[in-house]
């Protein structure tokens, strides 16, 4: 981690740094962007993962059909947490 604190050190990468987290997290990985994402590709690929054509017994990490809404729902509060970590780091 030396190069990494060796690069922030510097004050002009620094500020660009924090600049083009600023710009990520208000553009691509914006919370109600990947919320829309996250439910889209969930209502895609349900019907695969969970049920009756879902993944079998013994060939998957879900223990039940709850377990990949859950997944889904940590995706969601994920994003919205490592946002509001980014901003008080940039602020």
């Known amino acids: 981690w ?4 060796y690069l922030l050190d510097d004050s002009i990468y ?5 600049t083009n987290l ?3 997290i208000t553009s691509a990985f ?10 889209y590709y969930q209502n895609l690929i349900r019907e695969y993962a969970v049920g009756e054509n879902g993944e079998q017994r013994g060939y998957t990490f879900l223990e039940s059909d709850g377990d990949f809404d859950s997944a889904i729902s940590s995706l969601i509060s ?6 509001s970590v980014v901003k008080n780091y940039i602020e």
Do not use: D, W
């Open 78 to 83: 994920h994003i919205s947490s490592r946002q």
């Open 30 to 39: 914006e919370p109600s962007k990947m919320t829309a994402k996250y439910q």
């Open 22 to 24: 600023s710009k990520v």
């Open 14 to 18: 620094s500020a660009k740094y924090k």
């Open 2 to 5: 030396p190069l990494i604190r």
